[in-house]
């Protein structure tokens, strides 16, 4: 059993590039989950509120409850024990049972130091690792460990090593086991040894079937051992060159044949790839490495598609082509890998016996487009929820798929009301209006405007000045004051004597023109 | 997240029109199949059909973004792709309102100095393009695009300058109702549309948006060409 104390917020402390003795603790709805030790010694506990902790310790990381993050770091170290022993079962992010290679190893202490070294090497340096007989036995061997060290329960000696622990190692088990743990306290028990001495009955009647099994388990009677995981597939895919190739057409060309063998190899586990991540190795060292996903799923051509866009964004004097990418590509690449990041099952992308057809035209005429201007120069446009024109919609680039959309079906008060305009500008151009003296028409703090807006002019060659017909509003809106918004703004729809209607902004610096109802 | 991007669904063909004789409707549409594509009918808004019939294979030159839209929104609505180049200021709202389908709309907001090249790449896959072109356009380049259009079976409907085109719709007069000295909001715009094809009479129609619906039929065009 190898257990890596606090592993939530190492793996938050490794994902934000902090070093590891920062004082840190993971909060779930603004009560701390896990602190780690630097936390604990200022005094940190779980179940303190955010402020609470703090108020104890004010240079506290707060990380958010992630455990996925926690899993996916938690991956190298079980692929590290797994190369050492296979049959590894990961119990939860932190804590992994496999059965101690004590005969290979000559005694159980040295495969304890040996699977140390091997952590320590990947840089896990807060590890403890137990050895007994059952699951719960070597829990609590690791948990008596040092830092670093290792605690090995002889066999057949459970129940005398369980004996001797106090009643809270059961807290552990979550807000069950905290319960029982303060039931066993007023009960007058205060070790496991005072526990497994009742009789099995009785503690079945007055715990239930948790007492049960933790009256077992004190006893060293438990028989649940784990099941151990079968090493996921190896699913990715790379070429070397040999020598090296420094034309992006020719790395194209020939990754190809390896796009095909990494698709079809998903394709025998029934699945397709919808994320993947592509890198090329320069001189042995990743130099470009991007995630791409797709709306749909990955075909040959599209990956191929996306190599050479990445690495083309990096190749100096590309002029129009993508921007996206800053791992430029300045050094003979002399490997490219795919990473599956996002696979799904084959059945759910099943494609129609008949049509489709005229769409794969389209994506095929859209990727020569791409070709030519570059890969975000092609939009598809999405909606989303916002308060202005420009934020109601989203202009996603085409074959990505859209992330981080606000909802559209909340009501987002302080919205302007009537037909969305047709022309919404991405970046507003200035504007002018003017009342009747030739003074800039403003708000107030209130809300109020200051004088009738006679004539306006916008900005950019849209239109000169012009009389105004008929104007509404204001719409004051106060977005993002909490982090530096633009104060205090208010949004007039104004119809010039042309019959054409425009929305302006008058923000605290100005007027702006945000969108056209041309 | 299949639901998001949806793949769109063709719709079924138009039912036949049961008020008229079924052999003659069906005579049309062979008709209509055996056509070269070029002439074929796009489809468009109920409120246009009558004003501005889309042909396959022609161009239409309009004067603003709404009249550009709504061309386009008819053919997207009908199950077509559409695409819009150099239209940086593209009102994705606006037009989801219209009727344009997005998960089938192509944006090229800035072509640059590509945007021949772009359209006519578009014109090859989408069935309705919208085309601001950024400079001005000279015959030669508009023939490149002529020619295409004819072998593909697209629109092009060009916001701005173009050296011929089938028709051109612009709008001669138009006003809002609903803002009064503040009050109020934005309500429906009343807009008086021209079609000017080649040496015909021009021919009037009164709008409204949105939705673009044809509202009276205007006969004005018939006394101003009559004189």
């Known amino acids: ?518 | 997240m299949f639901e998001d991007d949806g793949v769109p669904v063709r719709p079924a063909p138009t039912p036949l029109d049961p008020a008229r004789s079924v052999v003659d409707q069906l005579r049309e549409r062979v008709a209509a199949m055996e056509r070269k594509p070029a002439r074929a009918e796009v489809a468009t808004l109920p409120g246009l059909a009558e004003l501005v019939p889309l042909h396959a294979g022609a161009t239409y030159g309009v004067d603003s973004a709404g009249l550009a839209l709504a061309l386009a929104a008819g053919a997207s609505q009908a199950g077509e792709w559409v695409g819009f180049a150099g239209c940086p200021d593209f009102g994705a709202e606006a037009a989801s309102e219209l009727g344009v389908e997005l998960s089938r709309t192509v944006l090229v907001p800035d072509p640059g100095e590509h945007w021949l090249e772009v359209t006519a790449a578009l014109v090859d896959v989408l069935r309705v393009v919208v085309l601001r072109p950024p400079a001005t356009v000279d015959a030669r380049a508009a023939g490149i695009l002529d020619s295409r259009l004819r072998t593909r079976a697209a629109v092009l409907v060009v916001w701005g300058d173009w050296p011929r085109v089938e028709a051109r719709v612009s709008i001669e007069e138009s006003r809002w109702t609903g803002p009064v000295a503040g009050g109020g909001r934005l309500h429906e715009r009343h807009a008086r549309v021209v079609v000017r094809r080649g040496a015909r009479p021009p021919q009037r129609a009164e709008l409204t948006w949105p939705g673009v619906r044809v509202v009276t039929p205007v006969l004005a065009d018939l006394r101003e060409a009559s004189g």
């Open chain 1, 1 to 518: 059993m190898v257990w890596c104390p606090d592993w939530a917020v190492v793996a938050g402390l490794a994902e934000a590039e902090k070093p590891p003795r920062t004082p840190a603790a993971v909060l779930s709805a603004n009560i701390v989950e896990v602190c780690n030790g630097p936390a604990r010694s200022e005094g940190v506990r779980r179940g303190h509120r955010r402020r609470d902790a703090q108020a104890r310790c004010p240079e506290l990381e707060l990380l958010a409850a992630n455990p996925d993050r926690d899993a996916r770091a938690f991956e190298p170290v079980l692929a590290t024990v797994e190369d050492l022993r296979p049959g590894v079962a990961a119990l939860r992010p932190g804590l992994l049972a496999v059965r101690a290679p004590g005969s290979w190893f000559g005694t159980e202490a040295n495969a304890a130091a040996t699977v140390c070294q091997a952590l320590v090497e990947i840089g896990v340096w807060d590890l403890r690792i137990g050895v007994a007989d059952d699951l719960f036995t070597a829990e609590q061997a690791a948990r008596t460990a040092d830092v670093q060290g290792w605690e090995v329960v002889p066999v057949g000696g459970s129940g005398a090593f369980l004996r001797t622990l106090p009643v809270h190692v059961l807290e552990g088990d979550g807000a069950q086991g905290r319960e029982v743990v303060s039931l066993l306290q007023r009960l007058g028990l205060t070790t496991l040894g005072d526990l497994a001495a009742l009789p099995g009955e009785a503690v079945e009647h007055r715990l239930g079937r948790y007492g049960a099994s933790v009256w077992r388990r004190a006893r060293g009677e438990d028989p649940a051992l784990f099941a151990a995981r079968t090493p996921p597939p190896e699913l990715e895919a790379e070429v070397a060159f040999e020598p090296p190739l420094d034309s992006v057409e020719a790395i194209t060309f020939s990754v190809r044949t390896t796009a095909e063998r990494f698709l079809s190899q998903l394709a025998r586990h029934q699945l397709v790839v919808t994320g993947v991540r592509i890198e090329a190795e320069s001189d042995g060292a990743v130099c470009s490495r991007r995630t791409w996903l797709h709306p749909r799923h990955f075909g040959p051509r599209d990956l191929v598609d996306r190599v050479h866009w990445q690495l083309q964004s990096g190749v100096a004097g590309s002029g129009v082509r993508s921007r996206k990418d800053s791992g430029a590509v300045r050094a003979p690449i002399d490997r490219v890998r795919f990473v599956p990041e996002v696979v799904e099952p084959a059945a759910a992308h099943g494609e129609a016996l008949w049509g489709g057809a005229a769409d794969d035209l389209v994506e095929r005429g859209v990727a020569r487009v791409q070709g030519m201007v570059g890969f975000d120069a092609v939009r598809r446009p999405v909606l989303q929820g916002g308060r202005h024109p420009a934020a109601r919609q989203a202009l996603v680039p085409w074959g990505e798929r859209a992330v981080d959309l606000r909802p559209v079906d909340r009501p987002w008060p302080g919205r302007v009301p009537g037909p969305a305009p047709v022309r919404v500008f991405a970046a507003p151009p200035l504007a002018e209006v003017v009342d009747e003296g030739g003074r800039s028409v403003a708000v107030t703090e209130r809300g109020v405007v200051t004088s009738e807006p006679c004539r306006f002019r916008l900005g950019a060659g849209v239109l000169p000045w012009q009389p105004v017909s008929a104007w509404a509003g204001p719409w004051p809106v106060d977005e993002s004051w909490w982090s530096g918004g633009a104060g205090l703004s208010a949004r007039f729809q104004v119809v010039g004597a042309d019959g054409r209607a425009w929305l302006l902004l008058r923000a605290p610096d100005g007027w702006t023109l945000e969108a056209g109802y041309d």
